[in-house]
């Protein structure tokens, strides 16, 4: 299975384009390492492979098969197109030759991976002496198949939310594949963090507690794409000791990076013109040059406007209808197996996504990736940096847009390059998320005295649900005594459903452009407000708090709207602190209370208040866990009140943003709050808070991070071409009080960095 000879650089003159090129680098070709292929290969196994071209094995892969056949837990970190899904299907395949009837069970976060997992393994399945049954099971799954997909199944191909709430709640009807649950795999890994992952990790321990009465212990095999904590998230996710095999052996062609900031359209705002207009000057000359390309986009609608400026542009040289298709949840399945077949055949020269292929679907050869907008983490940006270049030399554009995490990146390309991707983070003994899946376990199995859920010491919990009738105990036992079916009230998304959703209206049909938890909602969403997102403002005609809706629409106005808010911060108890001046460190529990009262319209540049109106919104209060700094009296000594408020808020804005990038959350994971006089501290503070009661874990992760955060978020705001501050350095307020150099003073910007 050698590689193709590389294809020739292609051309690409990045002078021609009007904004600014921030990193143009030419990361080498690599060869690969090979190795034979395993002695203990059954004959037949050995024959289907080398029918597929494969005649050895890529040095990470046979690592991994000798790993896993001597029953360790196995996490393979390696990049896209590596190779990966060969580390669990031959271990997989090679036992099921020995055992026919031995099971396996493979978790995919998307129905489009589990689709092209299953078409691999029907062609490597192709010609073995068995009949192989390998089944997807997922909503799509048709209820005929279900129950032979139950009593036949040596493959179940699902995704964690069927796990969750359609395999392990039945688990009687599965009585076959726990009984003999031999690998269970658990791909993409670095996509169970945060919240979500906390969630999985819980699903995981109630799969292992059903596996264990059935008399299975299953060997767990992990992949992901590169983040800098493999190992301790597998670890943490599974609650086993876990191998990881991390050094590659795929080869791997040229590829030319470039990183572009399309030009200011507006000094003082920060906007640049469009990404989505910028990412189309580049694509369409590619596609037109015959090379065959993919466009990421952050949003469904964003890949249907770009998908139609591609096609008129392309049009008439090319069909652009049949050569450039779009890609992303809401098509049928027919329609994107026949995408991803036209990408692979060739007859497709262009796609454009969202980041529904930027997981390890085998989409061919592309030669060039153009990305539109920063995709929010570094793992994900390499990750669709490199779905082009499977064979031969590449080209992948990053282009930015105006929001602050954009901003950060583009400028800061040496952090790009130099930077271990991000953390994956997660809090499994959160109570709220702990709490849900515990009656869903008690639900499926009793619970025994004494009983743990995984690691976590429950017993508190089962008196709880004891004392409030959710759970009967007889005979030293827990047993669920409601009517209720548990697993279905628990979202593995989200601790609760209360996030509100942002609709824009002005098209044919409303189409969502993003959420905020209800804790923030009041400011920037109350009706009449300008909510500011990607550089652009739209109008808040109507917000519905009781469905949890605010309906937009685009505007060009010129001014802002500021909500008064009232807002306090108790810390409840402190679980870690170093007084280090000139700004401190801690983290623990808080509590919040803001109570949104009236807003003011305030003109850009001018900054006069030119109206005002109420908000009658309930207050709201949120206990979770935060990480919070203080300023020494003396480093605010030189501001006035003005400055100071304006400093501080600019200080907010920057560290939630680069406390974003860290955690390789999403932005909206995290609030920030600034307050010129904390109640709790009496000095100037800043409070980076998790958008989830209780947590997940955050907090702690940017307690320890604290200096790095303080120099990152100063050189966001003091790189920013802006002269005093816009909406990409220190937030929608930006360019009051001199908030941007108050700003830099506060984070000990102009000495040497804290």
Not at 66 to 78: A, E, L, Y
Not at 91 to 118: C, G, H, I, W
Not at 494 to 499: M, Q, T, V, Y
Request: net charge negative.
């Amino acid at each position: 299975m050698d590689l193709p000879l590389p294809a020739p650089t292609i051309p690409f003159d990045p002078a021609l384009l009007p904004g600014e090129v921030t990193l143009d680098r030419t990361i080498p070709a690599s060869d690969a390492t090979w190795r034979d292929l395993p002695a203990d290969l059954d004959p037949s196994l050995r024959d289907a492979l080398r029918r597929h071209g494969i005649e050895r094995l890529f040095s990470h892969q046979a690592t991994a098969y000798q790993k896993i056949r001597c029953g360790h837990h196995v996490v393979v970190v390696t990049p896209t197109a590596s190779g990966k899904s060969l580390c669990y299907n031959l271990p997989v395949l090679q036992r099921l030759l020995e055992n026919p009837d031995s099971r396996s069970l493979y978790m995919f976060p998307t129905k489009a991976l589990a689709q092209d997992q299953l078409a691999e393994l029907g062609e490597l399945g192709r010609g073995l002496p068995m009949v192989l049954h390998a089944d997807t099971y997922d909503g799509d799954t048709p209820p005929g198949q279900r129950t032979a997909i139950r009593e036949a199944g040596q493959i179940v191909i699902t995704n964690p939310d069927m796990l969750h709430t359609g395999i392990l709640p039945h688990h009687t009807r599965w009585r076959r594949l726990f009984s003999s649950l031999e690998y269970v795999v658990i791909d993409e890994l670095h996509t169970y963090r945060g919240l979500f992952g906390s969630q999985v990790a819980n699903v995981v321990r109630r799969l292992k507690r059903i596996c264990a009465f059935y008399g299975s212990r299953p060997t767990f095999i992990c992949a992901s794409a590169t983040i800098a904590n493999p190992d301790q998230l597998a670890g943490r996710l599974l609650e086993e000791a876990v191998e990881m095999v991390a050094v590659s052996g795929a080869p791997r062609g040229e590829r030319r990076i470039i990183f572009y900031n399309p030009p200011l359209i507006n000094r003082d705002l920060g906007i640049r013109r469009s990404s989505l207009l910028e990412g189309h000057r580049i694509a369409a000359p590619l596609i037109k040059a015959g090379l065959q390309t993919i466009v990421f986009c952050r949003s469904r609608l964003q890949v249907e406007v770009m998908l139609s400026y591609l096609r008129e542009s392309l049009a008439p040289n090319l069909d652009g209808r049949k050569r450039v298709r779009g890609y992303r949840s809401g098509y049928l399945p027919r329609q994107r197996r026949e995408i991803e077949a036209g990408l692979r055949s060739g007859e497709v020269l262009g796609v454009v996504s969202t980041n529904a292929l930027e997981l390890g679907i085998d989409i061919g050869s592309l030669r060039a990736a153009v990305v539109v907008g920063y995709p929010g983490t570094i793992a994900s940006t390499w990750q669709q940096l490199g779905r082009a270049g499977r064979r031969g030399a590449s080209l992948a554009v990053l282009v930015a847009s105006s929001s602050p995490l954009d901003q950060f990146i583009v400028r800061h390309p040496e952090y790009f390059l130099s930077s271990d991707p991000e953390e994956g983070l997660i809090d499994p003994d959160n109570l709220l998320v702990l709490a849900g899946h515990l009656q869903a376990g008690i639900f499926e199995l009793p619970f025994e005295t004494g009983e743990r859920m995984g690691s976590a010491d429950v017993a508190d919990l089962l008196s709880l649900l004891s004392a409030d009738g959710t759970v009967s105990e007889s005979g030293g036992r827990f047993y669920w005594s409601r009517q209720s079916f548990p697993a279905e009230g628990v979202s593995l998304r989200r601790i609760s459903a209360d996030n509100v959703v942002i609709i824009d209206t002005s098209g044919p049909r409303p189409e969502v452009i993003g959420e905020m938890d209800q804790f923030t909602a009041p400011v920037m969403l109350h009706e009449e407000a300008i909510y500011i997102q990607d550089g652009s403002q739209f109008h808040v005609d109507r917000l519905d708090w009781d469905e949890k809706k605010a309906y937009v629409r685009p505007v060009e106005v010129d001014y802002y709207t500021d909500a008064m808010l009232s807002v306090a911060v108790v810390v409840l108890e402190t679980f870690e602190r170093d007084p280090t001046s000139p700004l401190d460190r801690c983290h623990g529990e808080v509590k919040l209370t803001s109570l949104a009262s009236m807003f003011k319209k305030i003109r850009f540049h001018t900054h006069e208040n030119i109206g005002s109106g109420p908000i009658a919104l309930p207050e709201q209060t949120l206990h979770t866990t935060a990480y919070w700094t203080t300023a020494d009296p003396l480093r605010v000594e030189g501001l006035d009140h003005q400055q100071l408020e304006a400093g501080m808020e600019g200080m907010a804005h920057a560290l939630r943003t680069v406390a974003a990038l860290h955690l390789m959350c999403d932005p909206r994971d995290l609030g920030a709050l600034a307050e010129i006089k904390s109640t709790s501290t009496l000095r100037p503070t800043v409070t980076v808070y998790e958008a989830y009661p209780g947590g997940v874990g955050f907090a702690r992760r940017l307690y320890e991070l604290h200096a790095r955060l303080l120099r990152d978020a100063a050189e966001l705001v003091r790189d920013c071409p802006c002269s005093d501050g816009c909406p990409s350095c220190v937030g929608p307020s930006a360019g009051v009080g001199g908030g941007k150099q108050a700003c830099l003073h506060l984070l000990y910007a102009n000495d040497s960095p804290v």
